[in-house]
């Protein structure tokens, strides 16, 4: 087994933020009656498939129709309607692509940065939507997605997503700019794996990823935001660029905020591909319009994090 170095200031520095951000998240879910149960868990049926060693769950059949227009109008008609239909008041607003990419601050050598909010122009107000795990594949959301044109970064565990990587590969097509990114095979904890099985759980999600949609992913995210040296040593030994994790987490009806009381310019947004059972009734789409409608309501547009990062 390998041993992991000691971090370097740089590295405990960032590895305390994002405890405490974890910590922040979870403390404001503990009293909220709306939230997910937790939010970072992949749900009890999902997560017993991948305790029990089962590569995924039987999951729906991949949705192959093409969303249609509404009745009574020709195509482009409908698209410019379809945010009323999805239950929104005005159209989405869309950050134009940046003319660089974000400026970090350098990883320590053999490491990848981690970043959790991404420094934007002054005066931009944008967001970046990022979905993680993939245990739910409702086939209307793929609809949602095509109707919206919205780019999503999911981050997907192969042990819940694998079931059906199709309704994923539709979302990337739909969903202009939308990207798949790595989110370990199983979903541990990994700031209690030693390097080896770290670099295991995520070097093994990259070859998956790479073979079924012929693209390895750039970014990462570790499951429950944990992670430590030993994590951002194996990330950047499986040729991956940046550890992503976030500031704002959508619970069933409303934002649970790291701090503050309202949305930051350059917040990353950190949704799950969630079902009924996980939602107390709610469909993933409605989840999703309650977000937007947030997004909207504090003035917000909608950025591909991939242009950023």
């Known amino acids: 087994m390998i041993k992991a170095r000691r971090p370097g200031a740089g590295t405990a520095k960032a590895g305390a933020l994002a405890l405490t951000l974890v910590l922040a998240l979870s403390g404001a879910l503990a009293g909220c009656a709306n939230s997910v149960d937790p939010i970072e868990r992949l749900g009890r049926k999902a997560t017993a498939g991948v305790q029990d060693g089962r590569n995924g769950r039987p999951g729906r059949p991949a949705a192959t129709a093409t969303p249609t227009p509404s009745p009574g109008g020709s195509a482009g008609a409908a698209a410019s309607t379809a945010y009323r239909r999805w239950g929104l008041a005005r159209p989405l607003r869309f950050a134009p692509r940046p003319a660089r990419k974000a400026q970090l601050p350098p990883a320590e050598p053999g490491r990848i940065p981690v970043v959790d909010r991404i420094p934007v122009p002054a005066g931009q107000k944008t967001v970046f939507l990022t979905y993680d795990d993939g245990a739910e ?35 990337k097509k739909l969903g202009p700019g939308s990207e798949i990114n790595n989110h370990t095979l199983t979903h541990p904890n990994l700031r209690t794996l030693p390097y080896e099985r770290q670099r295991a759980e995520i070097c093994g999600q990259q070859e998956r990823l790479e073979k079924r949609f012929g693209t390895a992913p750039r970014l990462f995210r570790p499951p429950y935001g944990n992670y430590n040296d030993a994590t951002l040593r194996a990330a950047a030994d499986c040729g991956l660029e940046k550890l992503v994790l976030w500031r704002v987490s959508m619970q069933i009806h409303d934002f649970q905020y790291a701090e503050g009381d309202a949305l930051r310019p350059g917040d990353i ?37 991939e242009d950023y990062l």
């Open 137 to 171: 594949k409702d086939p209307a959301f793929l609809r949602m997605v095509a109707d919206l044109k919205l780019p999503i970064s999911m981050f997907l565990t192969d042990g819940v997503a694998s079931s059906d990587y199709g309704h994923f590969a539709e979302i």
């Open 269 to 305: 947004v950190l949704a799950h591909f969630r079902g009924p059972s996980e939602l107390k009734g709610s469909t993933i789409t409605q989840m999703t319009a309650r977000m937007l409608r947030r997004i909207q309501d504090q003035g917000y547009a909608i950025g591909r994090l």
